[in-house]
């Protein structure tokens, strides 16, 4: 396991977002457990997971352990000091822009994944997909490569309870970046390409990565069931007519104008 060397910074956000600089020469983007948001660690594990099987531009993320001496001397981390020993780290993205920093009507160069990008979202139930959640590097004139980010809240919250997965809502996101997203499509196609991909993951695989929550983020096993069936009922029966919805709604209205 990868160790810190160097705190950088603290991010903006309601996450407590530090950048930390570990051993392996990166620097991190570290999440730490908090009370009241104890959903966001486990949120953002499945939702890096399983953007990664996707194959989705998520920055590479790992699980890490920050020792409480490293904790000590950072005065920027007295309020993490009783944190939980595991974190949640994504590698931080250089030089970056966020959906507000550009013009609208930017394009996006890496343009085949937006489709599973929304998707992802559906499945998930992530309302939080804001032009702050998605990242945009540099790559030409008005063009950029783009990366996603923060899955804190997904199914609903960063505070979620067992029941409150068994009445997640089914309609179409109101998300600005959506819209966005969508008109980067050249493809309708590519929508069935990534719904294949989501209904034919192997349940073993889902359970693997919900398996491996650590203890001490405290989800509980019949959580951890909810979360699974969660994901497979809603890839059965509730992804299908949204991802019709959501063409019908936002896809083809877009191609329109
Ligand atoms: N992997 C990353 N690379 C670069 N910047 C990041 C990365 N992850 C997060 N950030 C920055 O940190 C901010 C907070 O992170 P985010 O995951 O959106 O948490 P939250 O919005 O819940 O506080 C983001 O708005 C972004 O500016
Ligand atoms: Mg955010």
């Known amino acids: ?3 810190p060397v160097n705190y950088v910074k603290k991010l903006d956000g309601k996450s407590n977002a530090h950048l930390i600089a ?3 020469g990166k620097e991190y983007v570290v999440k730490f457990f908090q009370p009241g948001m ?8 499945i939702g890096y997971c399983l953007a990664r099987y996707l194959g989705l ?3 590479f993320a790992r699980i890490v352990d920050i020792p409480p001496e490293f904790l000590a001397n950072e005065p920027q981390l007295a309020d993490e000091l009783f944190s939980t020993q595991y974190q949640f780290a994504s590698l931080y993205i ?12 930017f394009r996006i160069k890496n343009h085949q994944p937006l489709a599973g990008i929304i998707l992802l979202d559906y499945w998930l139930y992530n309302q939080d997909r804001t032009r702050k959640n998605i990242l945009l590097n540099e790559a030409g004139k ?3 490569q783009l990366w996603i980010i923060d899955h804190a809240e997904i199914f609903g919250s960063n505070s979620w309870l ?4 068994e009445v997640l809502p089914e309609e179409v996101l109101k998300s600005a970046t959506h819209w966005i997203l ?3 499509i050249k493809d309708e196609e590519c929508f069935r390409e990534y719904f294949d991909l989501i209904e034919t993951m192997p349940i073993y695989l889902i359970e693997e990565i919900v398996s491996v929550i650590p203890d001490e983020w405290m989800v509980s096993a019949a959580e951890k069931k909810a979360i699974v069936t969660t994901l497979v009922t809603r890839r059965r029966k509730i992804l299908p007519q949204l991802m019709e919805k959501f063409k019908k709604k936002v896809f083809r209205p877009k191609n329109i104008k």
């Open 1 to 3: 396991m990868i160790t």
């Open 22 to 24: 570990f051993n392996d």
């Open 38 to 45: 104890e959903k966001t660690l486990p949120n953002e594990w």
């Open 57 to 59: 531009p998520i920055p």
């Open 94 to 105: 250089k030089d970056c822009k966020n959906g507000h920093q550009v013009e609208d009507d």
């Open 142 to 144: 008005d063009t950029f």
């Open 162 to 165: 067992h029941t409150d997965l």
């Open 182 to 184: 969508a008109k980067n």
